[in-house]
């Protein structure tokens, strides 16, 4: 690795540093696109058959039921949620009315369903099934169903980070960040310079990458935390360990050209512990919080997440690492924000949202783990609200005074913020592969603020279904998981798989101690980060 000495820098964000989080929390939130309340209602099943949708609840409440007592611990739930014994056998009865039923409750609870190609695509995969079922053997173990019948059929066509059957994903394309170390770039008059052997080398052109991909130089840290520039690029090519680039230099002094392949390493990402749900510490000074789930939080731990934004709103700095956060109550990160700025981010900033009152069927997948007798209290709602719900309406009832004053469908795309949310702290958010679903949420929500730096790789990429719900099959017992409600990006680009990306491309194993060297390189900790040339 070669250094270019530029002594120690004034006190404050480097200026172009600067310019790259205010990009970066513009594209955050993108413009609208003109076809996209179009877009979300053509996704939302409308008029299903309500008795068959009623037939459908009492079998996800029968199931839970012989889980579930009333007073029982929901941790018992979670202890049983997701182990089907494997080698149960099952006959092929039982596995036809499993099948049939696994469909009919996707298409009256799975809001992907339609997206995926609703009807025309998932009918004719269910006979295919069945008909595959017949040539197996009578009785079948559940791992041969789960892994000879279910993975199978929906792998390939489901693309949702959210859809798990029993431990099994499927998978949106993921986009895989890959670094050089070994060069360290930085800004000349108009390109970027290195040194190669002990001589200044401008990096003329840079090829061979592959498509897409984000560029071919990354914004970065290096590990004494100076802000540069490193090779690199992001795709949905993540196969290989290792990719090679090409890069044309020309030498400063002679201005010969010569031809180089540069290697970059894939950039992983581990998986941490989730628990404790807040853990506070201090390094040098600085505080660190570490957020890893908001998943199931206890009241206890939900009121010491909330008050850590109360006991670290005046501090400077704050180093907020979010790494491996698996989500959870989408919620939580909006009242945090909310109490450490007094003012709380959009709601529907990051994305647009579907937006049906609720059915018995997606109530009953988001109460799986509720207590029956509380549950129960919303059935008498679920009625009322099951009367006038569009999906139970012909058209011919939208005569009806009480439906013309509900549009069939309310998205909720609101103008994303332009004006960031004041904060005169310099918080340091941390991110990796592995932070997901309501962490990428938490994520969004903080780049809403004046002074946040985003520091890593980009994240999972996974808040295309929300709501999850879950059950468990009837027969089989196998775990399933799939969102109750749609999101899209405001401009309808991808996200799922591809996620939110971060102001500084660093290796997540090494971003904590690179951005500690970082602050106190650049004379941070006393909130001296103004922006500085």
């Keep these: 690795m070669f250094l270019l000495m530029t002594g120690i820098p004034e006190a404050g964000l480097p200026g172009d540093l600067r310019q790259i989080m205010d990009e970066n929390r513009e594209t955050t939130f993108p413009s609208l696109h003109p076809d996209l309340e179009d877009t979300i209602n053509s996704f939302v099943q409308l008029n299903l058959d309500r008795d068959e949708h009623v037939r459908i609840f009492e079998i996800l409440r029968r199931t839970r039921t012989l889980l579930h007592t009333d007073g029982m611990d929901t941790s018992v739930l979670w202890r049983i949620f997701g182990t089907a014994d494997l080698g149960a056998l099952l006959t092929h009865e039982q596995l036809n009315e499993e099948i049939r039923f696994l469909f009919d409750l996707l298409r009256h609870g799975y809001d992907g369903y339609l997206y995926f190609g609703g009807d025309d695509v998932f009918l004719p995969i269910r006979d295919a099934m069945l008909e595959r079922l017949a040539n197996m053997a009578d009785p079948l173990p559940v791992f041969s169903y789960l892994y000879g019948l279910l993975v199978p059929a929906f792998q390939g066509v489901v693309a949702d980070n959210h859809f798990r059957i029993h431990n099994v994903r499927f998978w949106a394309p993921t986009h895989i960040p890959y670094m050089n170390g070994e060069f360290i770039l930085r800004k000349g008059e108009g390109n970027f310079v290195t040194v190669i052997n002990g001589v200044p080398h401008r990096v003329v052109e840079v090829t061979g990458l592959p498509s897409p991909s984000v560029d071919g130089i990354l914004p970065t840290l290096t590990p004494d935390g100076e802000f540069a520039w490193a090779f690199g690029f992001v795709t949905p090519n993540s196969q290989p360990d290792a990719m090679e680039i090409m890069v044309l230099f020309e ?277 001296a980060f103004g922006t500085v040339d």
């Design 251 to 527: 030498n400063t002094a002679t201005g010969e050209n010569h031809s180089q392949a540069i290697n970059l390493q894939r950039v992983n990402s581990w998986q941490l512990p989730t628990h404790p749900v807040v853990v506070k510490h201090e390094v040098k000074g600085i505080p660190v919080l570490e957020n890893r789930s908001l998943l199931n939080l206890s009241p206890e731990e939900e009121i010491a997440f909330l008050r850590s934004s109360y006991e670290l709103r005046d501090r400077p700095v704050l180093v907020m690492d979010l790494r491996g956060h698996i989500g959870g109550n989408s919620g939580l990160p909006r009242q945090w924000v909310g109490t450490y700025t007094g003012q709380e981010p959009q709601i529907y900033s990051l994305f647009a949202a579907s937006r049906l009152l609720g059915s018995r069927v997606a109530t009953e997948l988001l109460h799986f783990f509720v207590p029956l007798h509380i549950s129960a209290l919303i059935d008498g709602v679920m009625e009322t609200l099951m009367a006038i719900d569009p999906r139970f309406a012909t058209i011919e009832d939208m005569a009806d005074p009480m439906l013309e004053q509900m549009p069939l469908i309310t998205s909720v795309p609101m103008t994303p913020p332009r004006v960031p949310i004041s904060n005169e702290n310099l918080v340091i958010v941390l991110t990796d592969k592995n932070t997901s679903s309501a962490g990428e949420l938490f994520v969004g929500h903080l780049r809403q603020l004046e002074n946040v730096l985003v520091v890593g790789t980009n994240t999972e990429g996974t808040f295309f279904t929300g709501g999850v719900g879950r059950t468990m099959l009837p027969h089989s017992g196998l775990a399933v998981m799939f969102g109750t409600r749609l999101y899209l990006r405001h401009d309808l680009s991808q996200f799922e798989g591809v996620g939110l990306m971060p102001d500084l491309w660093v290796p997540p194993g090494e971003s904590l101690e690179r951005v500690l060297r970082f602050i106190e390189r650049y004379g941070l900790a006393n909130g």
